[in-house]
Structure formats: structure tokens, C-alpha cells
């Protein structure tokens, strides 16, 4: 019998014992790879085709973005009208998105319903057609909202801080303008398209409560287009940051808050220091009890919050901290930034601040793995950082084993307030 004047066991999340549940790997008739996870208790699935056709690939600024958002957008058969209607008369959810490397479309959906919306995807990829009046309404929309977009200082210094990293011919400090809109036009488009999505190279990720017949109905719908015949070739880009580190913007003559973006480039994934900052970062500023937090926002009342985070790109990464504080009080935020940096390089953390981080990240990763869509999507980050289950035991490891000293090392090595490019914009 369930006694209820005794409380429960308290476990710390340390303790926990984190599996990974693997991950079924099989080949199309095409050579596609599908990454699937089967599990949950709803009759859903969620199919994510990844094709590489991000910014990287494009000659002329915005075609990326521009082909993969228009994918919904008509085919010779179905009006863009007709395609939203069709997914939606099934309950289905497609979106799509385009980032640096990758650009992906996405479907969830009922069970019962997915042999009828799959053959739909496999429309869009070999038979869009971009009307050109689509094109226009997309150029004119864009256009409105990078007006708008732009008497914000938060969204002029996110476009800045990626600049001054990173250069901007760089896909990763590279950002639209007016001019680039004006500038596109509908035979780019199509040429993106075919050759990076009708005779592009891609993987596809599966998960869900799946049916029985889920390999063969994405054999059937995907596995004989011209997909996948040959790599696809990134063009080489060059990293060109600024030369000076210090930038003052003023976009609002009147504007009485200011965004402050510091960062500097750090290494990716793959290098052995990557994992522990994660900790130190947590300490620092990555969460709403890190030390940036407790002096900014709780304690000088400068802002609302302030995060620190690492920008995850495949090939570089950047470390950065961010938040808007008002006007008056900007300078001093700045000055407690490097004030916290330097505590962490001149003194030890406590073990009390330390298991407090320690859960705190073991209860994130717990978390991310609830449920199949969660868990397909940690897969999906591996696969496309060529890295396997054991990045996931490692970084489970180091978390828990973590000694303030190797924190102290990792701060004396990257919380240098010199190696970091700091922007204001008011």
C-alpha cells in the first residue's frame, strides 16, 4: 500500500543512468539513408527529409532560402492553395526550413493518413514550378519585414556580431538586404532547386509510433527519384573576421534600450574542449541560475535576462553572450560580463554551484530524450556532425566528472575579454 506520510527518495539527476535508444539505419532503392525510431504511444509519425541545399551552396544571396520556403508554392499540378489544403483536409503539418549547411522539409501526421500526404512531398521535389507570382508576393513580404525588422536593435546586432565573427561573404556572417530581393529572380530559383533538391543529395529521419509498412511506404514514394547520384560539392568559404574588436552602432537616435551581443569564434563539436565548456558555459550564463543571471538580472537590475550560448554550426562554432539592458545601464552590463569571466578564471567553483550545473544539464539531456520526435532529433544532430552515440556517453561522462580545476583551465584558455568582439546597438 502506497504510504503518503512518507515522502519520496530524492535522486539527484547525476545519478540518473541516461541510455540512448539506437537509431534503425536502411537504405531506398536511391541509396537514401533513413535514421528511424520507432516508439511513443501516439499514432503519429514524423518524417524530416534533409537535403544539402542550405546557404552554403548558393551563389547569389537569399536563392537558398528563398527555393526551399517556395517548395509549397505550387507544382503543374497543384496550386499553392490546393497543396495547404491538401495537408490540411488530412490533419498534416509540412514545413520546411533552409539553415547554412542543410534546408529540410518536415511532415507530421496521422498514421492512417500517410501513404495519402507522402506522395505530395515527393510532388514538391520533382515537379515545383515557382510561379512567378508567388515569387513576387515572397519578395514584397520579405521586404516588409526586414523593414520592420531593422528598428530593432536586437535583430541589427544578431546581424552585426555574425559579420564581425566570421565575415560577410561567409555563409554564417552573411544577412539579406533590401537589394538582394531586388536582385532575385525566378530562373535562380529553379536552378537551385534542380540542382540541389530534384538531383540533390539527401537523408531522411523517421519517428513516431510508425506503421509496419513504413520502409516500404518511403520506398515506394522516395525511393526511385534521381536523388543522391552524386555528392554534393560546398563551395570553399573563407573565415574574415574584423579586424577591430569593439563596434558601437546607433540605429535609434531616440531608442532608450540597447542590444549587447560579445562573442568570439570557438571551436566545434569534434574538438575535446567543445563538451566541458558546455559546463562551464551552463555556470557562466547558460541557464536562468548561472552566475550572469545572478549579478545582471537579479541583482544590478540591468536587464530582464541575459543568456551566454554556443552558436552550433557544422564546421565552426562561436561562443556568445546576449541581452538587451536599458540605455543608461549598458556599459556597466558590459563591465560585469568580464567581471564574471575573470572570477571564473581567478577562482574555483564551488562543488555546490558545481552539482547544482551538473543536474541541471543531466536533467536537460533527460528531458531531450522524451519521446520520438526528441530523441530522432538528438540522432539527426549526430548524424549531420558526422558523430555517433558515443559523443552522447562521453558528454554524459564529462558532466558528471567534471572537477572545478579543469573548469578554472577551460576559463584561463577562452574567457579572455580580449579574444572577444563586443557590439553595442542602441
Not at 491538401?86 to 507530421?108: K, Q, V
Not at 554534393?232 to 574584423?242: K, R
Request: charged share 20%; aromatic share 12%; proline share 3%.
Amino acid at each position: 500500500m502506497l504510504q503518503r506520510n512518507i515522502p519520496p527518495e530524492i535522486t539527484d539527476a547525476v545519478d540518473f543512468n541516461l541510455q540512448l535508444k539506437p537509431c534503425d539505419i536502411y537504405a531506398l532503392d536511391n541509396g537514401i539513408k533513413v535514421y528511424s525510431i520507432n516508439a511513443g504511444a501516439q499514432e503519429v509519425t514524423m518524417v524530416e527529409l534533409v537535403f544539402f541545399a542550405g546557404n552554403c551552396y548558393e551563389d547569389q544571396n537569399i536563392v537558398a532560402g528563398t527555393t526551399n520556403f517556395l517548395l509549397k508554392n505550387g507544382t503543374t499540378k497543384k496550386s499553392a492553395f490546393a497543396i495547404n489544403e491538401h495537408f490540411e483536409y488530412y490533419g498534416a503539418h509540412l514545413n520546411r526550413h533552409c539553415y547554412n549547411e542543410t534546408a529540410t522539409i518536415t511532415l507530421h501526421c496521422l498514421n492512417k493518413h500517410l501513404n495519402t500526404v507522402l506522395p505530395v512531398i515527393s510532388e514538391l521535389i520533382t515537379d515545383s514550378i515557382f510561379p512567378q507570382e508567388e515569387l513576387a508576393i515572397y519578395k514584397q513580404n520579405q521586404k516588409q519585414r526586414l523593414e520592420v525588422s531593422l528598428k530593432k536593435c536586437d535583430f541589427v546586432a544578431n546581424r552585426f556580431i555574425d559579420e564581425y565573427l566570421f565575415g560577410i561573404d561567409h555563409p554564417y556572417g552573411r544577412y539579406t538586404s533590401t537589394a538582394d530581393y531586388e536582385a532575385l529572380n525566378r530562373d535562380q530559383v529553379a536552378g537551385f532547386y534542380k540542382d540541389y533538391y530534384l538531383n540533390g543529395e539527401c537523408i531522411i529521419f523517421v519517428a513516431g509510433k510508425l506503421p509496419a509498412d513504413i520502409q516500404q511506404q518511403l520506398n515506394n514514394v522516395f525511393g526511385h527519384l534521381p536523388l543522391n547520384k552524386t555528392a554534393t560539392q560546398q563551395q570553399v568559404h573563407t573565415i574574415q573576421p574584423a579586424a577591430q574588436k569593439k563596434f558601437n552602432v546607433i540605429n535609434d537616435e531616440n531608442g532608450v534600450q540597447g542590444a549587447i551581443r560579445i562573442a568570439r569564434e570557438f571551436p566545434n563539436r569534434h574538438h575535446p574542449d567543445f563538451i566541458k565548456s558546455q559546463v562551464l558555459n551552463n555556470i557562466f550564463g547558460g541557464f536562468f541560475g548561472s552566475r550572469l543571471m545572478g549579478n545582471i538580472r537579479e541583482d544590478k537590475g540591468y536587464t530582464y535576462g541575459i543568456h551566454s550560448y554556443f552558436q552550433n554550426h557544422i564546421h565552426n562554432s562561436a561562443w556568445m553572450i546576449s541581452t538587451e539592458a536599458g540605455r543608461d545601464v549598458c556599459e556597466a552590463t558590459i563591465t560585469e560580463v568580464y567581471k564574471e569571466m575573470n572570477l571564473l578564471k581567478e577562482e574555483l567553483v564551488d562543488e555546490d554551484e558545481l552539482l547544482l550545473v551538473q543536474n541541471y544539464m543531466m536533467g536537460s539531456i533527460l528531458g531531450d530524450l522524451d519521446g520520438p520526435f526528441q530523441i530522432i532529433a538528438r540522432w539527426k544532430n549526430y548524424v549531420l556532425n558526422n558523430l555517433t552515440d558515443e559523443y552522447f556517453y562521453n558528454s554524459i561522462n564529462t558532466i558528471k566528472n567534471i572537477t572545478p580545476e579543469e573548469i578554472k583551465m577551460l576559463a584561463e584558455k577562452y574567457l579572455n575579454p580580449e579574444d572577444f568582439y563586443e557590439l553595442l546597438v542602441i
